[in-house]
C-alpha cells in the first residue's frame, strides 16, 4: 500500500496516543516503514535521522545486526511462554544481568511491560511490603513524589505524577499524595535566587518527610532529571538528600529510571552518579535497546523476604501481566546489555554529551531560549516569548509543535514537551550525526522564531 490510502486508513481508525487527532488528521504525518542505523524511512522513500531516540528507548540504532539475531535466534525457540507457573531461559538470563549492573542490594526483578506497569509494580510492593513487614507499622498508605514529576499513565503511575493538565482530567480517579517541590531552579517564585529555591527545596523535602514519616508508604522520584516535565536537570547532591533522609526515616525509595536508564545520563543509571542505592528501582524504555516493549522493577532482598511465608498466608504478590517476561524481549535485552560493552557505548555517551555542550553553546544567547538543559545525552531547550521575564509563548501558538515540524522538513526526527524542544539522541548515536541534529534543531528554531 502507498502513502496516500495508507495515511486515510490511519485516519479512519489509528488513535494516537497524546496526540490531538483532530490536528493530526489535517497533517501529512510521515509513515515509517523501515528503519537503518539512527535513520528512519517513510514510505515515500524519505529518509530522517531519529533525534528522540524513537521517544526515548532506542540505544544503539534500528536493525542492530546483533539483537536482530538474538532475536531470530530465540523466535527459532519459542516466541512467548508464561511466567505463572513456568520459567523461561532468557528472563532468568536477563534477571542475572541486570542483578549484576544495577546498584548495590537490587537482587530481585519483578517483570512487566512498560514503564508505567514498573511503576505501578512498585507502588503496590512499597504498599503491600509495610503490611506484611515483621514489625507492621502503623498505616503506611502515602507516597511522596515530586511537583511535574511524570511516572506514567497507569492510575497509579498518574497519582504519583505531578503534571497539572493529567490531574485535571482524572483527578477524581487518582489517590492523594504529597507532593514536594522539584528542585529544579529555572521557574521559581519571583524574588528567589537559584541557591534559595533549592535551599526552599530541601528544607520542605526534610519537613515534609519527618512530618509524614510514620504514614509514607515510599518516596518516588525520577533521578537527577525529571524528563517529561521538560528535562528539568536537579541540583547535584539532591538525590542523595532524598536517599539519606529517606534512610534514615525508614522510607523505601522508589527511583524511577525508566528514561533515565541505560546510558541516557552518561552512566548506565543515573542514581550511580549519587552513589544512590534505592529500595525499588523502576526500568523501561531503553531496556531492549528499544526494540520491544519490557519492563523491570527491581527491589532489595528486605522488601522481597515480606513477600514470602506459608501460599496461605496471602503474602504473595497478587499482580502480573500475561506477557510478564516474555522471551523475545528478553533476549533482546540481553543483547542491547552486552554491546554495551562490546561497543563502548557509555564512553560514546559521554563523547556526545561532550560535543552538545559545545553545540548548545552556540545558541545559549538566542532571545527565544529561555533555558538550555542537559544531563548527559538529554537536552531540553524551553522556547521563551522574552527571555528575561521568561514569559512563554501563548500556548495556542504551539511553537514548540511548529519547531518541530520545521525540524522535520529538515530531514530529523524530534519531540518537543510543551514550548521545551528535546534533543534525545541514542546513546550509541555516532557523534557527527549529534552534530547533524544540532544544526539541524538550531536552523529550524531559526526558520521558526527568527535568528
Ligand atoms: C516514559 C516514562 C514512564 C512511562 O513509561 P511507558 O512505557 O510510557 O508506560 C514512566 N516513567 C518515566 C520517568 C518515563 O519517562
Known amino acids: 500500500m502507498t502513502s496516500t490510502p495508507l495515511r486515510s486508513l490511519d485516519a479512519a481508525h489509528v488513535w494516537h496516543p497524546f496526540t490531538p487527532m483532530r490536528e493530526h488528521a489535517g497533517e501529512a504525518t510521515p509513515i515509517i516503514a523501515a528503519g537503518e542505523g539512527f535513520h528512519l524511512i517513510d514510505t515515500d522513500g524519505r529518509r530522517y535521522l531519529d533525534g528522540s531516540s524513537s521517544l526515548w528507548c532506542n540505544i544503539h540504532g534500528h536493525r542492530v545486526p546483533a539483537i536482530d539475531a538474538a532475536i531470530r535466534r530465540q523466535l527459532d525457540q519459542?516466541?512467548?511462554?508464561?511466567?505463572?507457573?513456568?520459567?523461561?531461559?532468557?528472563?532468568?538470563?536477563?534477571?542475572?544481568?541486570?542483578?549484576?549492573?544495577?546498584?548495590?542490594?537490587?537482587t530481585r526483578v519483578f517483570y512487566s511491560d512498560n514503564g508505567s506497569t514498573a511503576v505501578e509494580a512498585a507502588l503496590k510492593i512499597?504498599?503491600?511490603?509495610?503490611?506484611?513487614?515483621?514489625?507492621?507499622?502503623?498505616?503506611?498508605?502515602?507516597?511522596?513524589?515530586?511537583?511535574?514529576?511524570?511516572?506514567?499513565?497507569?492510575?497509579?503511575?498518574?497519582?504519583?505524577?505531578?503534571?497539572?493538565?493529567?490531574?485535571?482530567?482524572?483527578?477524581?480517579?487518582?489517590?492523594?499524595?504529597?507532593?514536594?517541590?522539584?528542585?529544579?531552579?529555572?521557574r521559581r517564585p519571583a524574588g528567589m535566587s537559584a541557591a534559595d529555591w533549592t535551599a526552599h527545596a530541601l528544607v520542605e523535602l526534610q519537613r515534609t518527610i519527618v512530618e509524614h514519616r510514620g504514614r509514607i508508604a515510599a518516596f518516588v522520584?525520577?533521578?537527577?532529571?525529571?524528563?517529561?516535565?521538560?528535562?528539568?536537570?536537579?541540583?547535584?547532591?539532591?538525590?542523595?538528600?532524598v536517599r539519606e533522609l529517606t534512610a534514615e526515616h525508614d522510607i523505601p525509595l522508589i527511583v524511577d529510571e525508566v528514561a533515565t536508564g541505560f546510558g541516557r545520563t552518561g552512566t548506565l543509571f543515573a542514581c550511580e552518579q549519587e552513589q544512590v542505592a534505592p529500595d525499588l528501582l523502576c526500568l523501561?524504555?531503553?531496556?531492549?535497546?528499544?526494540?520491544?516493549?519490557?519492563?523491570?522493577?527491581?527491589?532489595?532482598?528486605?522488601?522481597?523476604?515480606?513477600?514470602?511465608?506459608?501460599?496461605a498466608e496471602g503474602n504473595t504478590f497478587f499482580h502480573g501481566h500475561t506477557y510478564t517476561g516474555n522471551p523475545l524481549a528478553c533476549a533482546a535485552a540481553l543483547a542491547s546489555l552486552e554491546l554495551f560493552e562490546t561497543n563502548r557505548v557509555l564512553e560514546n555517551a559521554q563523547a556526545i554529551a561532550n560535543r552538545l555542550s559545545e553545540r548548545l553553546a552556540e545558541i545559549a544567547a538566542h532571545r527565544n531560549i529561555g533555558e538550555i538543559r542537559q544531563k548527559g545525552t538529554m537536552v531540553g531547550i524551553e522556547l521563551v516569548a522574552e527571555r528575561r521575564s521568561q514569559a512563554p509563548f501563548p500556548a495556542a501558538e504551539r511553537v514548540g509543535h511548529r519547531v518541530a515540524l520545521a525540524t522535520r522538513e529538515r530531514g530529523v526526527i524530534i519531540r518537543p514537551v510543551g514550548d521545551v524542544i528535546v534533543l534525545m539522541p541514542a546513546p550509541a548515536m555516532p557523534v557527527e550525526l549529534v552534530d547533524e541534529l544540532s544544526s539541524t534543531v538550531f536552523a529550524a528554531i531559526d526558520d521558526v522564531l527568527g535568528g
Open 126 to 186: 512499597a504498599y503491600q511490603y509495610h503490611r506484611q513487614r515483621a514489625d507492621r507499622p502503623a498505616k503506611r498508605d502515602l507516597f511522596v513524589c515530586l511537583d511535574g514529576a511524570y511516572h506514567g499513565d497507569t492510575i497509579g503511575s498518574v497519582s504519583v505524577g505531578g503534571i497539572d493538565l493529567f490531574h485535571s482530567v482524572y483527578g477524581s480517579l487518582l489517590f492523594a499524595t504529597i507532593k514536594v517541590p522539584a528542585p529544579a531552579v529555572y
Open 284 to 311: 523501561s524504555k531503553g531496556i531492549t535497546g528499544g526494540y520491544l516493549p519490557l519492563a523491570a522493577t527491581l527491589v532489595t532482598d528486605r522488601i522481597y523476604e515480606a513477600f514470602l511465608g506459608e501460599p
Open 221 to 241: 522520584i525520577e533521578p537527577l532529571v525529571q524528563c517529561a516535565a521538560g528535562i528539568l536537570v536537579h541540583p547535584p547532591g539532591y538525590l542523595r538528600r
Open 78 to 106: 519459542v516466541a512467548h511462554t508464561t511466567l505463572l507457573g513456568l520459567c523461561n531461559v532468557p528472563s532468568i538470563e536477563l534477571a542475572k544481568a541486570l542483578v549484576e549492573r544495577a546498584p548495590a542490594g537490587l
